[in-house]
């Protein structure tokens, strides 16, 4: 996932210098909306890794 994210950064990068800024908005707010699942995915995994252990 976090793979991703990164992907539709630098699609975003890419689009907002070469001046499409539709396309690099849009895919700033896919990059984020990844990204913010991934560190939820992360924190609850080491929460169920942390409790587990018990």
Request: avoid cysteine.
């Amino acid at each position: 996932m976090l793979y991703y994210a990164l992907v539709f950064f630098v699609i975003a990068l890419i689009a907002g210098v070469l001046g499409f800024g539709g396309i690099a908005g849009a895919s700033v707010g896919i990059a984020q909306i990844l990204f913010y699942l991934f560190l939820f995915f992360l924190v609850a995994s080491l929460i169920m890794h942390l409790v587990r252990r018990r």
